[in-house]
């Protein structure tokens, strides 16, 4: 029989499997939408929708590079120990791959790419169900250089931390070498120019604020908050920063002993942004005896 679209979108949100499976369930069934459920279950897609409420926000993020051609991107898993897993690594590096290739520019495009026969959608909520945990393909970036620049990558800590940085000019050692200081010290932005004015306002009035409780004289306070001002700024950019091997000279002036100035970088951090949920493990186990 004919499938509508309508019934595999709501097969779909109602368990939580990809696109192609909620058809041929549905078409398995004749349509009918209890019997699919059913069916997906048998096959054991159904213990995927099961997790869809938990907090994935353990994982990997990685970066890859071919030629001119980077991607850096953070997958997820419930625990710690599911993201050292090797079948969740291996399915971190496979996508990794595919997004490199393809070169999607939205998320909506990246989980339609494939990956042997299967799109990225099919394949995490299949790592689901094979983990045995939520897995989330949270983000990505795909980032394109010149022929005169280089990258710079670097990952910490087996991932926790990824860094890609493009330099003008300069050379990969120096372009990884400020990846690991972006990683150490987690600039907000590349350079001053880059802060948005609205930011540089709030931040001066709490700088006025704070002198005036000092009990600051009216005629030293300007110089006092110019000068905060711009130790914030040169905390907050990369380029201002003090290069983390040698505090003597800035970021920028590291890379112009190399011929090299920053461009832009990319930092992604594992979790970074998402609400974890606290456990209260007393809580949990009287919870457990009352039952």
């Known amino acids: 029989m004919s499938i509508k679209a309508s019934q595999v979108k709501e097969l779909r949100d109602k368990i939580g499997v990809g696109m192609m499976d909620a058809k041929k369930a549905l078409v398995e069934t004749d349509g009918d939408m209890d019997a699919a459920i059913d069916y997906l279950r048998e096959k054991g897609m159904a213990?995927?929708?099961?997790?869809?409420?938990?907090?994935?926000?353990e994982g990997l993020t990685t970066?890859?590079?071919?030629?001119?051609?980077?991607?850096?991107?953070?997958?997820?898993a419930e625990t710690d120990f599911v993201a050292k897993n090797d079948k969740f690594l291996a399915l971190v590096d496979k996508l990794a791959n595919a997004i490199l290739k393809a070169k999607p520019s939205t998320q909506e495009e990246a989980m339609k790419v494939d990956v042997d026969g299967k799109t990225?959608?099919?394949?995490?909520?299949?790592?689901?169900?094979?983990?045995?945990?939520?897995?989330?393909?949270?983000?990505?970036?795909?980032?394109?250089?010149?022929?005169?620049?280089?990258?710079?990558?670097?990952?910490?800590?087996?991932?926790?931390?990824?860094v890609l940085t493009v330099v003008d000019g300069g050379n990969v050692d120096a372009a990884r070498n400020v990846a690991m200081h972006v990683a150490a010290l987690n600039p907000e932005f590349t350079t001053r120019d880059d802060v948005p004015q609205d930011k540089r306002d709030s931040e001066l009035e709490i700088l006025k604020e704070q002198a005036k409780n000092e009990g600051k004289p009216e005629h030293i306070v300007e110089k006092m908050v110019e000068g905060r001002l711009n130790k914030w700024l040169s905390e907050i950019s990369l380029t201002d920063q003090p290069y983390v091997k040698d505090q003597d000279q800035t970021v920028e002036e590291y890379l112009a002993t190399q011929d090299g100035k920053i461009k832009t970088f990319y930092r992604y951090e594992v979790g970074e942004g998402i609400e974890k949920k606290e456990e209260d493990f007393a809580a949990e186990v009287q919870s457990q005896i009352k039952k």
Do not use: C, P
């Open 120 to 162: 990225i959608e099919e394949t995490i909520l299949e790592a689901t169900t094979t983990i045995g945990e939520k897995i989330t393909f949270r983000r990505f970036e795909v980032i394109e250089k010149e022929d005169s620049q280089v990258f710079g990558d670097y990952e910490h800590m087996g991932g926790n931390i990824t």
């Open 63 to 76: 970066v890859k590079v071919d030629g001119n051609t980077a991607v850096i991107l953070e997958v997820n």
């Open 47 to 57: 213990k995927a929708a099961k997790k869809s409420d938990r907090i994935a926000a």
